[in-house]
């Protein structure tokens, strides 16, 4: 018979006695924990009540008689379980809460906490970490695995898990857990996500030198009803323009007044004036009268943007003396001449033609450029694979903005701090993206689970897709240069 002591008279219950001397804790493999993958039993495929067996790795339902766990333990004498909700330890069959400090770690990677003075030092390091299989790794710089050809979301993920005031959000989990929801609403599951995969990009204390997107890429395809899917290759900025408004959208952000941590690190605006232009078929006498319509005079309007497109002159078909195909080049201030102001655009619809030109009003602490690529017609889509000459650091946009505003912003130059880079063709082709480490001042190229350092001058000689720049203020030093 158990006998239950109270623990008021200084005498400690013997379930707790019991609990500080489970006899199985060294047959924990903690080689087989992952705890990317989604929270469900192995065999009742239900969310609900899951234990993870510390010993295969594999996930059961419940731990009273005939529950999956259960049966595992005995069939197999697994006796450490998880409780991967409360992260509360047992021992099975015999039913007990295992305390024991030394299963900590375990605790930390199912789900890693950031004290406030540990974010603010993320930047400052450049310390390596040891995973438990003995590689080493860079926290933040940690490869993603690719699926299927989830390669596309990888890189944004990266991406933005490198923007510091974006991370820094993100680890803290009492920064958004009380946001209020309406009832049934699916998309903050997209938020709680991209908050769990930060943490354990950032984790110093991994057991593998890699982590697995496999919960939040089940959500982007959830939450976008399946426009982006883990099976088929998907379109990067389509991908980063939908997830930067669904994750504004989840975090209670509205389009004009209410802001979230996206709108203040990413958004910025310009004013677009428009001029419609006569039919091109009309006589020119015709054409002359109705440009002083009222119809035909330019109209100008405020707009905001979370990243800037970029547009590259069509590719050339000249062949050189080789008779190969010349890839041509152009430099970044040159397609960045579309926000001066004065450069006008010809936009055309189904019925009518217009006249555009951009000028931008307020620059971002974090600018994203995604430079168009592809074209689509009727029949297939096209690439271009112009490279974009750009230097990584100091990019000074204060000309694009309009004169009365420049007084204003006092810091209007830019440092690369990601590149993503799109190679081979239109539909089949593979992402990979460039990142600077700002403890180390070192660039990374990951590509999937693949992490190498690369020289800053190698940048600038790849397929260019979507970049992401840092405003620098007064304080930040010339990083990667």
């Known amino acids: 018979m158990m006998i239950f002591l109270s623990a008021k008279n200084g005498r400690v219950d013997s379930e707790d006695r019991r609990s500080r001397h489970c006899p199985y804790l060294d047959t924990i493999n903690r080689s087989v924990l992952d705890f990317d993958f989604e929270k469900l039993c192995s065999i009742s495929l239900s969310h609900i009540n899951a234990y993870a067996c510390l010993v295969c790795g594999k996930y059961f339902q419940g731990r009273g008689l005939k529950s999956h766990a259960y049966i595992h333990s005995v069939q197999f004498s697994h006796h450490v379980f998880l ?167 989840a975090l209670g952000g509205t389009k004009k007044k209410k802001k979230t941590i996206v709108t203040d690190v990413f958004q910025g605006s310009m004013r677009i004036f428009t001029k419609k232009l006569p039919h091109p078929d009309l006589p020119a006498e015709e054409k002359e009268q109705l440009l002083h319509n009222d119809e035909y005079q330019e109209t100008m309007v405020e707009s905001t943007f979370m990243y800037l497109t970029l547009d590259l002159p069509t590719a050339p078909l000249y062949k050189d003396e080789k008779e190969q195909l010349i890839i041509p080049q152009v430099p970044l201030f040159n397609i960045l001449a579309k926000f001066n102001g004065i450069t006008e655009k010809e936009y055309k619809t189904y019925k009518e033609n217009f006249l555009k030109r951009f000028q931008l009003t307020k620059l971002p602490p974090y600018l994203i450029f995604c430079i168009k690529r592809f074209t689509k017609n009727n029949f297939f889509v096209e690439k271009n694979p112009t490279i974009v000459n750009f230097p990584i650091t100091n990019v000074d946009l204060r000309e694009y903005l309009s004169e009365e505003v420049q007084a204003v912003h006092k810091n209007t130059t830019y440092d690369l701090i990601a590149n993503i880079v799109h190679d081979g063709k239109p539909s089949e082709g593979s992402y990979r993206i460039h990142v600077l480490h700002h403890g180390t001042g070192k660039w990374y190229e990951l590509q999937d689970l693949q992490v190498t350092d690369i020289l800053p001058q190698m940048i600038t000689l790849s397929e260019a897709y979507i970049q992401i720049w840092k405003r620098r203020d007064d304080e930040t030093n010339q990083q990667g240069a």
């Open 83 to 249: 409780n991967l909700h409360t992260l509360k330890f047992y021992c099975l069959p015999d039913n007990y809460e295992i305390i024991d400090s030394s299963l900590e770690d375990i605790t930390y990677v199912l789900k890693p906490t950031f004290t406030k003075q540990q974010i603010a030092n993320l930047d400052k390091q450049a310390k390596l970490s040891r995973a438990y299989d003995g590689t080493t790794y860079l926290p933040g710089i940690v490869g993603l695995n690719n699926i299927k050809a989830n390669d596309y979301a990888n890189a944004v993920l990266q991406a933005l898990s490198n923007v510091p005031p974006l991370r820094n959000y993100f680890l803290e989990e009492d920064n958004y857990k009380n946001i209020k929801r309406p009832p049934g609403d699916i998309m903050f599951l997209l938020v709680q996500r991209f908050g769990e995969l930060m943490r354990k990009l950032w984790n110093p204390r991994n057991f593998k030198a890699h982590v697995s997107p496999h919960e939040m890429l089940q959500a982007v395809v959830l939450c976008s009803k399946k426009t982006f899917q883990i099976t088929k290759q998907g379109d990067g900025v389509d991908f980063l323009s939908w997830f930067l408004n669904a994750l504004h959208s």
